[in-house]
């Protein structure tokens, strides 16, 4: 299994440039045809390496979270990914496998595979394979909280973390959490959310927590604010607070997103 990724290339001249690309005041769309070779990123300490910047901080819109698309080369990668001493991360491998060394430990990660990874910690990735490989990438400044150590790493495949149905929707609505939710070292969560055909989010759900929505296989209309959106594989949706959402899974194919939000503190005044 492998999932969608930034596609990269350059649309020909008969494309039209009207799409589904969206930036409002309460959320953007990121279509996967917007995500090509022109609006890529090469960053500092990372050799064979490209990234797409998704989602980044940003005033009056949403300042929690950055989320990457990072694509890997043969023999592409970093000993020193990430600059800022304060930040942990997730990664999910969207396809090829990449070697991600925490500490002293090695870990082998293919499609599926999932890393958290805490603030200060060492860690190298490299693609020591012959094709490339895609990995998102979402970074987050923890919010240490007095009383409460920082959450250790951990490397986990998705066919390891069963996937519990929500209430009263006949196991058309499913999560895999990563994280026990009660576990309040964490400030943030990334989940794989899945849909049969037919499945939806049955109200307009309104809340704080920030999303980056990057649907890695299937279609359905999602209802963003005030506007239904059509979107389907590489797509990307990014929410600020309170932006209110639903959708509904299209197709004959489940609807599966990688899901980010901030919890489990208090708001700063």
Request: glycine share 12%.
């Given at each position: 299994m492998?999932?969608?990724?930034?596609?990269?290339?350059?649309?020909?001249?008969?494309?039209?440039?009207?799409g589904t690309a969206r930036f409002t005041e309460a959320y953007a769309v990121l279509p996967a045809i917007?995500?090509?070779d022109i609006v890529t990123s090469f960053l500092p300490g990372w050799t064979g390496t490209r990234a797409w910047i998704l989602a980044r901080p940003m005033?009056?819109?949403?300042?929690?979270?950055?989320?990457?698309?990072?694509?890997?080369?043969?023999e592409?990668?970093?000993?020193?990914?990430?600059?800022?001493?304060?930040?942990?991360?997730v990664l999910f491998v969207a396809h090829g496998q990449v070697t991600l060394r925490l500490g002293r430990r090695a870990y082998e990660m293919k499609a599926g595979s999932y890393a958290y990874i805490p603030p200060s910690a060492?860690?190298?990735?490299?693609?020591?394979?012959?094709?490339?490989?895609g990995v998102h990438w979402i970074r987050k400044k923890y919010q240490s909280v007095d009383g409460l150590m920082p959450p250790e790493a951990f490397v986990v495949h998705e066919t390891e973390t069963p996937k519990m149905s929500m209430p009263d929707c006949g196991d058309l609505w499913q999560?895999?959490?990563f994280v026990d939710p009660f576990d309040l070292r964490h400030d943030f969560?990334?989940?794989l959310v899945s849909f049969q055909p037919g499945g939806r989010i049955p109200f307009a759900e309104t809340h704080v927590m920030e999303h980056g929505i990057y649907v890695l296989q299937g279609t359905a209309d999602y209802l963003l604010n005030t506007d239904w959106i059509s979107v389907g594989p590489g797509d990307f949706m990014w929410l600020r607070a309170f932006c209110p959402q639903a959708c509904i899974a299209t197709?004959?194919?489940?609807f599966r997103y990688l899901l980010y939000k901030d919890v489990n503190r208090h708001v700063p005044l």
């Open positions: 492998t999932y969608a990724f930034p596609p990269g290339g350059h649309p020909g001249q008969n494309n039209s440039a009207e917007t995500q090509r005033s009056g819109f949403a300042g929690t979270f950055a989320q990457y698309a990072i694509e890997l080369a043969p592409g990668g970093s000993d020193t990914p990430e600059p800022d001493v304060h930040a942990q991360a060492v860690w190298t990735l490299w693609n020591r394979n012959e094709t490339p490989s999560t895999q959490r969560h990334v989940n197709g004959e194919e489940p």
